[in-house]
């Protein structure tokens, strides 16, 4: 079992940054492949960021350029780096543990830029 908790949502004017931070419970962190996911309301999940076990990383075009996911396997954490944030960018972000056993999600952390 692993248990995800997210925490860094918040309020935040366009252009502005936010860090999120995801921390794994169990010790398999490093093994695994962690991923950031968004949900605005009205729509579908949607996949963010990624980085592997290994340390390769993807993003969705929407955020190329402006985020930045990175982990530390030491404290089990892996991170979201948002810049020039855009309204469009609020939503709820979910933190997600991949390529293990099955698939772990967290419980969310809102993210909200204002205009």
């Known amino acids: 079992q692993v248990q995800l908790v997210e925490s860094g949502g918040g309020l935040v004017q366009a252009g502005g940054s936010l860090r999120l931070s995801c921390v794994a419970s169990?010790?398999?962190?490093?093994?695994?492949?962690m991923g950031w996911h968004r949900q605005a309301p009205g729509k579908q999940r949607e996949l963010v960021a990624r980085i592997t076990s290994g340390g390769t990383t993807n993003y969705a075009d929407s955020v190329k350029g402006r985020f930045a996911i990175s982990r530390d396997n030491a404290k089990n954490t892996v991170y979201l780096q948002m810049n020039s944030l855009k309204p469009e960018d609020t939503a709820v972000y979910y933190c997600?543990?991949?390529?293990?056993?099955?698939?772990?999600w967290g419980q969310g952390t809102q993210v909200t830029v204002s205009s």
């Open positions: 169990g010790s398999t962190f490093s093994l695994n492949g």
């Open positions: 997600k543990s991949f390529g293990g056993i099955r698939d772990y």
